[in-house]
């Protein structure tokens, strides 16, 4: 009984399958009815399934034939309709194909019309969507002709910036077109391009600058040696060290009042550039033209004589590229080799001032155009990069000059050569630089040029020496007189008083070697003007080269005059009393010396002056070789002597000999009248002892072995007229019987 109720349920199962089947196959696309089927074969039950198929097949069928019996008078009526309106369709379609055959070729032109409007609204919107990607491109394409013609006239600086835009503004926005790429890929090119133009004319500037670092040391030391451009030139430097600390921008005020340009820097200068619709020349690589400035009167600066528009240009241009710190380094690279140039001076310069001028006038230059560097840009030159140059160019300098400087022996071309160096120094000090060594080299200097006046005043005091007459100066008229004692300092109210025609008693050496002392005295005195030394410095200076002079020059002068060979007791005789003259003027020349230096002795412990001792000494001299010169003469006479120590005649008269001995010393002493009396006493007697001494010695000659009485009484009567002569009193201020105490030893041996 379980088995026929399992039976049942079983068939109950399969009776819903079959039924879900089928209505899966009612309501599924035929297309996708294989699945189902298939789910019926792959079962067990396939002819029951076939059983309901059927069945269900015959009840649609049952119920198409009910609905079609429905229906079939309406079907009839329809198609009883349809033949009617058949008719009159086919009617309609005649005319619709007429009306459409009438259309078409009435609307064969439209169509033409309608089909040119057509390929013209499609040219219209292909010229307007072209004309909007021109106007997308056109900025680009005249941003790139601007760039070319920037290239072109060299507006490197610009030119980059127009790069820097069309790169990063204008490219961007068309960067899909070919001749956009081609533009991107020239770009590094072109950045390479105008850095090495610009290099190339800064290469350009640099020769220049060096070819014409004389003609900018020229204009500067022209400056320098104005007082009031000088002024100007300090004036605005300090006006630009405030506006540094205040803005850090570097750029110089002229002074008011002043006709000087003001020193623009390199920002102002690309400001303006960059603003400017016409090209900036630089074919003159960055030299001006002075000619062309509209002020005639206007001493030019270095800003006016040299374009440092290249500099400017290369240094923005690098900085922009990000290679300022390459820039920086090989401009002073460069720089410092051209001052080693510049430092070099020429073999030759020592010959003339011009080349000392040359080769200041390049230093300067040098210097001038870094320190505008210096005050026009941030950061290509630095304080210690010029500190450095300057301490290597000061010591080269300083070298130079004292090698060249031992060269001259021309104390002109010294003094000229220290006004150029004090002009080259103080110079360059408004510029800031410190100058202390050169005006310490310039003390060596003024030794070397009181060497040189020494040796040239020892050529005016031979010329002198030699040339004097040395005989009293005669005066004829009180303006002789006057100019006379307008030239030396000399007093004497007896000589006043005598009528003309009269004489000084000293020759023409006297005034002219006192007023070539004085003359030396202005040539030290020229020396030590600007060199920034105190009063009592120059004075002392120039008391030691006037001692110098007296005790070294002059004295060594007078020494040689007085040693000459074929010089006479005249000219002796009146070397003392020249000697005597001048050395009572010293005092003046002291006197000269306070005047001219305003420190007085009083004030502070001045060097004295050595001419008394210098004048003296060459009157001692000239004492001394009078008395050898009148013992030279008295020997000469002696020469002549001729005693017959054996004649047996007995004489009555001295010897001819010593007649002519005894009236050449009387005229000699005669001449003795102006010498100081002490002088004239001690030739005299020197004179006397040395005849008495040399007659003695003829006595006693071992040739004279015996003697007659009239031998002895020639030798008698001359001892008489030796001591006539002492008693006459040839020379005055002799106590009596003094000079004849020379001849003593030679009576009491007769």
């Known amino acids: 009984m379980e088995r026929g109720k399992m039976a049942e349920a079983e068939s109950l199962e399969t009776a819903a399958e079959h039924e879900r089947i089928l209505r899966e196959i009612e309501s599924t696309d035929t297309a996708c009815i294989g699945p189902t089927l298939r789910s019926v074969y792959d079962g067990e039950e396939h002819g029951r399934f076939m059983e309901k198929l059927e069945t269900r097949i015959r009840n649609h069928d049952r119920e198409i034939e009910k609905m079609c019996n429905f229906h079939y008078q309406g079907f009839v009526d329809s198609i009883t309709e349809l033949l009617k309106v058949r008719g009159e369709a086919q009617k309609l379609k005649n005319q619709v194909t007429d009306t459409n055959r009438k259309l078409?070729?009435?609307?064969?032109?439209?169509?033409?019309?309608?089909?040119?409007?057509?390929?013209?609204?499609?040219?219209?919107?292909?010229?307007?969507?072209?004309?909007?990607?021109?106007?997308l491109c056109l900025p680009v394409l005249e941003m790139y002709s601007k760039l070319r013609d920037q290239m072109k006239t060299k507006r490197h600086y610009p030119a980059l910036k127009t790069l820097e835009h069309l790169e990063h503004t204008y490219l961007p926005q068309v960067s899909h077109y070919r001749f956009c790429k081609v533009m991107v890929d020239n770009i590094p090119k072109l950045r390479e391009e105008i850095k090495d133009v610009s290099m190339s004319?800064?290469?350009?500037?640099l020769e220049s600058i060096r070819k014409h670092s004389d003609k900018?040391?020229?204009?500067?030391?022209?400056?320098?040696?104005?007082?009031?451009?000088?002024?100007?030139?300090v004036c605005p430097r300090e006006e630009a060290q405030?506006?540094?600390?205040?803005?850090?921008?570097?750029?110089?005020?002229?002074?008011?009042?002043?006709k000087r340009k003001p020193k623009k820097d390199a920002y102002t200068i690309f400001d303006t550039e960059i603003g400017s619709t016409s090209p900036k020349s630089e074919q003159d690589s960055g030299i001006l033209d002075v000619e062309d400035e509209e002020d005639d009167e206007e001493v030019p600066g270095a800003q006016d004589l040299v374009d440092f528009s290249p500099v400017y240009r290369c240094l923005h241009i690098y900085s922009v590229l990000g290679a300022r710190e390459t820039f920086e380094n090989y401009y002073r690279k460069q720089r410092r080799k051209q001052?080693?140039?510049?430092?070099q001076p020429p073999s030759n310069m020592h010959e003339t001032l011009d080349g000392y001028r040359k080769y200041f006038n390049q230093?300067?230059?040098?210097?001038?155009?870094?320190?505008?560097?210096?005050?026009?840009?941030?950061?290509?030159?630095?304080?210690?990069?010029?500190?450095?140059?300057?301490?290597?160019a000061l010591s080269k300098t300083i070298a130079a000059l004292r090698t060249h400087s031992s060269?001259?022996?021309?104390?002109?071309?010294?003094?000229?050569?220290?006004?150029?160096?004090?002009?080259?120094?103080?110079?360059?000090?408004?510029?800031?630089?410190?100058?202390?060594?050169?005006?310490?080299?310039?003390?060596?200097?003024?030794?070397?040029?009181?060497?040189?006046?020494?040796k040239k005043w020892s050529g005016i005091f031979r010329n002198i020496?030699?040339?004097?007459?040395?005989?009293?100066?005669?005066?004829?008229?009180?303006?002789?007189?006057?100019?006379?004692?307008?030239?030396?300092?000399?007093?004497?109210?007896?000589?006043?008083?005598?009528?003309?025609?009269?004489k000084f008693p000293f020759s023409e050496f006297v005034p002219k070697v006192y007023n070539q002392i004085k003359e030396f005295i202005y040539a030290c005195l020229k020396f030590s003007e600007d060199l920034h030394l105190s009063s009592t410095e120059v004075d002392d200076m120039i008391r030691k080269s006037t001692n110098l002079l007296l005790t070294r020059t002059l004295s060594s002068s007078l020494q040689n005059v007085i040693k000459r060979k074929n010089i006479g007791l005249t000219e002796l005789v009146q070397i003392i009393i020249n000697t005597t003259h001048l050395e009572k003027s010293c005092k003046y020349l002291e006197e000269f010396i306070t005047n001219i230096t305003n420190v007085l002795p009083e004030t502070v412990h001045t060097t004295k002056l050595y001419g008394t001792t210098t004048f003296k000494d060459a009157r001692h001299a000239a004492e001394e070789e009078i008395y050898t010169n009148l013992n030279q003469k008295i020997d000469q006479f002696l020469q002549l002597a001729d005693y017959d120590w054996m004649t047996g005649d007995l004489g009555n008269k001295a010897s001819d000999y010593l007649v002519d001995l005894i009236a050449f010393l009387r005229s000699t002493f005669a001449v003795f009248t102006h010498l100081p009396g002490k002088v004239a006493q001690t030739a005299c007697m020197s004179a006397c002892k040395h005849l008495a001494t040399s007659l003695m010695q003829l006595l006693l000659e071992a040739e004279v072995r015996q003697l007659t009485l009239g031998a002895l009484q020639q030798f008698n009567l001359d001892v008489r007229e030796c001591e006539q002569f002492a008693r006459s009193g040839p020379v005055p201020g002799f106590q009596e019987d003094t000079l004849q105490l020379a001849f003593i030893d030679l009576r009491q041996s007769t």
């Open 465 to 502: 020496l030699d040339s004097d007459n040395y005989s009293p100066i005669p005066v004829t008229s009180e303006e002789i007189y006057k100019k006379v004692v307008g030239q030396f300092p000399f007093q004497d109210t007896e000589l006043e008083k005598q009528p003309f025609p009269k």
């Open 339 to 343: 001052a080693r140039l510049v430092l």
């Open 216 to 233: 900018i040391g020229e204009t500067a030391m022209k400056q320098g040696n104005d007082p009031y451009v000088a002024e100007d030139l």
């Open 201 to 205: 004319d800064l290469k350009d500037f």
């Open 104 to 135: 078409q070729h009435e609307g064969k032109e439209l169509v033409i019309a309608m089909e040119e409007l057509k390929q013209c609204r499609l040219q219209q919107r292909n010229i307007s969507a072209t004309v909007d990607k021109l106007m």
């Open 363 to 392: 230093i300067v230059g040098f210097f001038v155009v870094e320190d505008h560097i210096l005050h026009t840009t941030q950061g290509l030159v630095n304080r210690a990069y010029i500190d450095e140059l300057w301490e290597m």
């Open 407 to 454: 060269y001259c022996s021309d104390p002109n071309l010294v003094l000229d050569l220290k006004n150029l160096i004090v002009l080259f120094a103080d110079t360059l000090q408004v510029y800031g630089f410190p100058v202390n060594q050169l005006f310490d080299m310039l003390l060596e200097i003024r030794d070397q040029y009181s060497e040189t006046l020494l």
């Open 242 to 258: 405030q506006q540094r600390n205040l803005d850090n921008i570097i750029f110089q005020q002229p002074r008011i009042g002043s």
